[in-house]
C-alpha cells in the first residue's frame, strides 16, 4: 500500500516562498495523478493542486493560481508544491494525495491515499 509523506511545511511570513513535498513509499505513484489539497482551521478542505503522472497536465484553484506550481518527479517518487507570494490566507494544513487514476483531477473522492499533511503558516 502507497503511503505519502509531506514535509517542507513551517512559518514564513507574507510575501515569502516554501517548497512542500509529497514522497511515497510502500510504492509508486508514477502511474497516478497526484493532488495537494488544504484544510484550513474551522473550514473544508480545499482543492490547490494536481498533475497528471507524467507532469504534462496541471490544474490550479484560482486562489493559488499564478503562485504556486506542481511538478513531480516520477525517478524520486516525489511531487512538490512551489509556493510563493504566500498570504495570510494560505495558512493551512497541507494534503497530497494519490489519485485512482493517471489524469489530474480536482475531484477530492478520486483520490485513493492521502497523506498526513503538513503545517503551513503564513504571518501579516
Known amino acids: 500500500q502507497v503511503q505519502l509523506a509531506e514535509s517542507g511545511g513551517g512559518l514564513v511570513q507574507a510575501g515569502g516562498s516554501l517548497r512542500l513535498t509529497c514522497a511515497a513509499s510502500?510504492?509508486?505513484?508514477?502511474?497516478?495523478?497526484v493532488g495537494w489539497f488544504r484544510q484550513a482551521p474551522g473550514k473544508e478542505r480545499e482543492f490547490v493542486a494536481t498533475?497528471?503522472?507524467?507532469?504534462?497536465?496541471?490544474y490550479y484553484a484560482d486562489s493559488v493560481k499564478g503562485r504556486f506550481i506542481i511538478s513531480r518527479d516520477n525517478a524520486k517518487n516525489t511531487v512538490y508544491l512551489q509556493m510563493s507570494s504566500l498570504k495570510p490566507e494560505d495558512t493551512a494544513v497541507y494534503h497530497c494525495?494519490?489519485?485512482?487514476?493517471?489524469?489530474?483531477?480536482?475531484?477530492?473522492?478520486?483520490?485513493?491515499?492521502w497523506g498526513q499533511g503538513t503545517q503551513v503558516t503564513v504571518s501579516s
Open positions: 494525495a494519490a489519485s485512482r487514476y493517471l489524469t489530474a483531477t480536482t475531484i477530492a473522492p478520486e483520490y485513493r491515499y
Open positions: 510502500g510504492g509508486t505513484f508514477g502511474a497516478n495523478g
Open positions: 498533475i497528471n503522472w507524467s507532469g504534462g497536465t496541471t
